[in-house]
């Protein structure tokens, strides 16, 4: 398995901009799927993006489609979660996954991933 670390939560107002970063390390990235989850308080973990490894195909929840990017750099073992115009609502824990792969459909489910970080909480204030 890769171990994940991420980093870059903080608390921000609504509007503003936030950058997560997730290190990984013991096996490089070449070979996975990576995602980002994140888990509001008292809800279930959902799925945000997620990308293969050549980065050719790049899925996002609908909640956030067009104010979040999912970007990865396989030589730095490095995978960043770019977002923008954050709501109140985008509060949560967010959390890197690693993956075999599958159907498109599939990844956006938990069972997808057997490698994850501790997670980052981001804060978004109204």
């Known amino acids: 398995q890769v171990q994940l670390v991420e980093s870059g939560g903080g608390l921000v107002q609504a509007g503003g901009s936030l950058r997560l970063s997730c290190a990984a390390s013991g096996r490089t990235l070449n070979s996975y799927v990576m995602a980002w989850f994140r888990q509001p308080p008292g809800k279930e973990r959902e799925f945000v993006a997620a990308n293969n490894w050549s980065s050719s195909s790049t899925y996002y929840g609908d909640s956030v489609k067009g104010r979040f990017t999912m970007s990865r750099d396989n030589a730095k073992n490095m995978v960043y979660l770019q977002m923008n115009s954050l709501k109140p609502e985008d509060t949560a824990v967010y959390y890197c996954?690693?993956?075999?792969?599958?159907?498109?459909?599939?990844?956006?489910?938990?069972?997808?991933?057997?490698?994850w970080g501790q997670g980052t909480q981001v804060t978004v204030s109204p």
């Open positions: 996954a690693a993956g075999g792969g599958g159907p498109y459909y599939y990844l956006h489910t938990t069972a997808a991933y057997d490698s």
